[in-house]
């Protein structure tokens, strides 16, 4: 019978490997919030954390354009795969988000478009709904055999639909469960991983993400987790008030496993015309 377990000098020997390739870790492309956290190594899951309409899937993308260079899986089992495009195209161009919707609705998408896999090429959106963990180790495989190696990292957008527990009778429960899921198949695949999960219907949306946000739904099986909201959501603001800070995006960390570090001040960023967000140094 085979040993199932790896010898300490395995492990270390595997630890020096890594340590010589640490950029093996996958940049939000965020300067503050990457120095902090240094972004998931593999077999780890990096938890972005918000309410609906914060921008959670908005900083999924992000991400992929920050490591256009990388090959990665987006799994959108929400958004159909013709507003991620869209929407990708959109950030990685710099075009204004709103003119390019209206170039989709006018037929008249610029030849810039077709150059985009010239370098997003390995960069992968599967837009089934529903699927589990078992599936997207598959896909990570189909990945593998059609571009000869496995994607640098995924993004699942978002917990709430894996395996469609979002539906489920089971609540909570089940959304736990499949948090630990993915948790134990980023191990099993020596995978980053980058996790859009939303947090309790009962916090405000203009108010950050605390430690209990997310309690009963996956929060404690991330090796990080960032919180973010849009200030200009409250209602206490005039008109005026909130219109000057629409654009605005903050960020906290509330968990850092790999480092301790956390921010003592929101990280302010901006949502551009491109839907693009940029830190505001």
């Known amino acids: 019978m085979s040993r199932e377990f790896s010898l300490l000098t395995e492990q270390i020997r595997n630890l020096r490997h890594f340590s010589l390739n640490p950029k093996q870790r996958i940049r939000t492309g965020i300067p503050s919030l990457d120095k902090l956290t240094r972004g998931p190594a593999p077999g780890e899951v990096y938890t972005i954390l918000g309410r609906s309409y914060s921008g959670k899937s908005l900083i999924a993308q992000n991400v992929m354009v920050a490591n256009a260079d990388k090959g990665c899986i987006f799994f959108s089992l929400e958004m159909y795969h013709l507003m991620a495009v869209q ?36 960069q992968i959106i599967v837009d089934l709904p529903a699927l589990g963990c078992d599936r997207m180790s598959d896909f990570m ?56 999960h939303q947090t309790n219907k009962s916090e405000r949306e203009w108010l950050p993400p605390t430690m209990g946000s997310a309690r009963g739904g996956g929060y404690t099986e991330a090796d990080f987790v960032v919180g973010m909201w849009r200030p200009y959501l409250d209602p206490e603001l005039s008109y005026l008030e909130a219109e000057a800070i629409r654009n605005e995006v903050h960020f906290t960390v509330l968990k850092n496993r790999p480092f301790g570090a956390h921010n003592t001040r929101p990280i302010m960023c901006k949502l551009m015309p491109s839907l693009m967000i940029e830190e505001v140094l």
């Not at 990685?92 to 985009?116: C, H, I, K, Y």
């Not at 134990?184 to 991983?193: C, G, L, N, W």
């Open 87 to 122: 929407r990708l195209f959109s950030m990685w161009s710099g075009f204004d988000a709103w003119e390019v919707s209206q170039r989709v609705e006018n037929s008249q998408l610029p030849p810039m478009l077709d150059t985009m896999p010239d370098e997003l090429g390995r």
């Open 141 to 196: 495989t189909q990945y593998d055999e059609e571009f000869g190696e496995r994607p640098s990292f995924v993004v699942i957008d978002y917990l709430e639909l894996v395996a469609g527990v979002k539906n489920s009778a089971d609540g909570w429960t089940a959304t736990e469960s499949q948090a630990q899921q993915i948790k134990d198949m980023s191990k099993a695949e020596k995978m980053p991983v980058f996790l859009i």
